[in-house]
């Protein structure tokens, strides 16, 4: 083991090899190219926690990785999830720094999580977990130092706990510590609506360069969370038809498409898309399902090689982070299926994450509609630019959203120089 193996795991192997072919394409220079590798911080924390009905205490562990420093403070979700580690906390964090490259943000990429299943806490468990690992975080997390946002498994709620512990601890609220948080305490909807709005508004403008309408395209999203949910809200609004859609507790198909306003009021009341009685109950995999548009919208590594060749979307929007495997990507390519990266598809969270940071920072409000603008035209603006590059190199949008991001956090640590 060399010193650096800590950090291996399978996704962060794959985030390398991309970030490898991509600087050698673009001949990074070489002073920048291994240093990009690690992150500058990784914490490791372990801590108590006694569930609701038994004595005994376990010991969880939890991480944040800070990959760049060097943009301006570190920005990233905090995720719950059985099967976190280091080496995924640290392939996500880096994947953040080149998601807020590509649409500007002053950021460099941060991750956290912690390795719990979220799905069996009670509420009062997921607030005992989030207040320790909040407390394991403050010496690097900070207003101006490293803004922790939302994740899988974790939610509004979740960020609001994170905002009074700080806020506890520092002895003043403390309101942009964190981002994805109620209305009431300084958040805003653009935030929880962002990353999925964001998407379909990616794959709309992408649509458009081909010469096609997303509002005649059939849609199937993998995954009904906070992502999933608002872009299969707004692909309905768009008047598309969302045939299918599951969540952990079941999968339901509509070929004439899928009333989403109404199964927005059943998982209100039910919390899982299973049983809702506007559609069939699907028992076919649902990433193989015919359509136009696939959005994978749930955990990473859903697509591989095992099942590429089976997949009959036309395009694929990332909404999940690192959904489609570098082996998987390369079949979908050869089979001409038009993929929109992660770092470019789900930008539109961090986006709006950055907003709200602004909003609490300055003491100032914008309007929810300011918001949503400003937010489009940030993502449509950087989907234009990656279209330009991938057109002129004659590369993926992959490649060419990596071109972007890698080539500007490059720049920003080769212009500050050497310390010391
Ligand atoms: N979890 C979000 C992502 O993967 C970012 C969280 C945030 O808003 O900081 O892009």
């Known amino acids: ?25 673009i001949n990074l220079d070489s002073n920048i190219r291994e240093r990009l590798k690690l992150p500058q911080r990784a914490l490791t924390v372990t801590f108590p926690f006694r569930r609701d009905e038994y004595d005994e205490v376990e010991t969880v562990v939890g991480f944040r990785v800070q990959h760049v420093l060097s943009m301006g403070p570190t920005k990233g979700g905090i995720r719950y999830d059985a099967d976190v580690n280091l080496g995924e906390v640290t392939a996500l964090a880096i994947l953040m720094s080149w998601k807020s490259a590509i649409v500007g943000l002053p950021y460099g990429g941060a991750k956290g999580g912690v390795a719990i299943d979220p799905n069996p806490l009670s509420r009062t468990e997921k607030q005992r977990v989030t207040r320790r690992y909040t407390a394991e975080l403050l010496p690097v997390i900070g207003v101006d130092k490293d803004i922790p946002g939302p994740d899988l498994g974790t939610d ?13 601890f520092v002895g003043s609220p403390q309101p942009g510590i964190v981002t994805g948080k109620p209305a009431s305490l ?5 935030r929880r609506e962002a990353t999925g709005r964001g998407a379909v508004a990616i794959a709309n403008a992408a649509l458009e360069k081909e010469g096609k309408e997303y509002k005649n395209s059939s849609i199937v999203i993998q995954g009904f969370g906070n992502v999933g949910r608002y872009a299969a809200l707004d692909s309905f609004e768009r008047g598309a038809k969302v045939i299918a859609v599951n969540d952990l507790g079941g999968a339901i198909y509509n070929r004439d498409g899928i009333n ?28 193989e399902l015919d359509c136009d548009i696939l959005i994978p919208a749930a955990v990473g590594g859903v697509i591989t090689s095992n099942n590429a060749e089976n997949i009959k979307a036309k395009v694929i929007v990332e909404g999940a982070n690192s959904p489609t495997t570098l082996s998987a990507d390369k079949i979908l390519k050869e089979n001409n ?22 909003q609490n920072t300055q003491n100032y409000l914008w309007k929810e509609k300011e918001l949503h603008e400003r937010l489009i035209d940030v993502l449509t603006s950087a989907f234009e630019e990656i279209w330009i590059i991938s057109e002129k190199n004659q590369v993926d949008l992959r490649t060419a959203a990596l071109i972007k991001g890698i080539k500007k956090v490059a720049a920003a640590k080769l212009t500050r120089g050497l310390f010391p």
């Open 1 to 25: 083991m060399t010193n650096t193996d800590l950090f291996v795991s399978n996704m962060y192997k794959e985030v390398i090899k991309q970030y490898d072919e991509v600087s050698e394409f």
């Open 156 to 168: 509004e709620q979740t960020m609001a706990w994170i905002m009074d512990t700080y806020s506890n």
């Open 186 to 190: 300084g958040g805003s909807i653009t």
């Open 260 to 287: 989403i306003p109404e199964l927005f009021k059943y998982i209100a009341k039910n919390k899982s898309v299973g049983g809702f009685e506007g559609a069939d109950k699907l028992d076919d995999d649902i990433l």
């Open 337 to 358: 299926v038009m993929i929109i990266p992660d770092i470019l598809a789900n930008a539109g969270g961090v986006t709006a994450s950055y907003f709200e940071w602004v």
